[in-house]
Structures are given as structure tokens and as C-alpha cells.
């Protein structure tokens, strides 16, 4: 916790996904090409790091988010989007459907944090009569 926040305490503990630290990246970096968008993205070790400290500080809700967050940090953005479409209310047919999407995460993504909230996302929707189409 006494690290928090890393960009001040510790920035040498900072990298982007290409390798950038906090000091090559700046505004002339930009202009030239030097730093792209990929350099700005936060990193998977970057919010288990933030989740350390959250830990650390007692925060142990928070510390899963970050984890759940280090491990969508690599999945491609399009595929979080139909996954988060499929856990809005009404828009998965059954439980099964849930069950394998948390499978895909598993398999495909190594995201097995994530998957276990999908799966529990499945049993609530099931226990609430969130399956039906709602629209």
C-alpha cells in the first residue's frame, strides 16, 4: 500500500505492453510516432500490481476487480463486447449458454476469474428468471 500510486512511487515499476516506461512517453513521443495508443494501454501486471496494493490496504473487493481486469486486459475488445452483451438481462436463452461462454474464457483466454463470474452470473440468472426476453 505505501506504493500507491505506483505512477508516483514507484514509476520504474510501470511499463506499457511494448515496454514503454512512464519517462519515454510524452507528447512529443505522440507527434513522432514514437509512442502509439498500444503504449497507453494498461498492462495485466500493471493492475495485478493495483491489486497488491488494494489488498495490501484491506480492499480486498477492489483487489478482485483489478485481477478480473488483468485478465480481460488481453482479450480482444470485440470479443468483451458479446460477452458483455450476453450477460445483459434477457439476452442469453438459457443457462447453458453462460456456461459455455465461461468455458471460452477458460479455454480460449486463460481467464479463469472471469469465467467463474460469468458462471455465477449463470446461477443467478437461473435462480431470477433473467433467461426470458425481456425487449
Not at 10 to 24: A, I, M, N
Not at 43 to 62: H, N, V
Request: hydrophobic share 45%; net charge negative; glycine share 6%.
Amino acid at each position: 500500500a505505501q506504493d500507491y500510486p505506483l505512477a508516483e512511487r514507484r514509476p520504474e515499476l510501470v511499463r506499457g505492453v511494448r515496454g514503454k516506461s512512464l519517462g519515454d512517453i510524452s507528447v512529443a513521443g505522440l507527434a513522432s510516432g514514437a509512442v502509439s495508443m498500444e503504449d497507453l494501454r494498461i498492462t495485466p501486471d500493471a493492475l495485478r500490481q493495483q491489486a497488491s496494493i488494494a489488498r495490501d490496504a484491506g480492499r480486498a473487493e477492489l483487489a478482485d476487480n483489478f485481477e478480473r481486469a488483468a485478465e480481460m486486459a488481453t482479450i480482444p475488445q470485440d470479443v468483451i463486447m458479446s460477452f458483455y452483451e450476453l450477460l445483459r438481462p434477457g439476452r442469453a436463452k438459457d443457462k447453458e449458454q453462460l456456461i459455455a461462454a465461461a468455458e471460452r474464457l477458460r479455454s480460449e483466454y486463460d481467464a479463469p476469474l472471469i469465467a467463474a463470474f460469468v458462471e455465477e452470473a449463470a446461477d443467478v440468472y437461473e435462480r431470477r428468471g433473467l433467461f426470458r426476453f425481456r425487449y
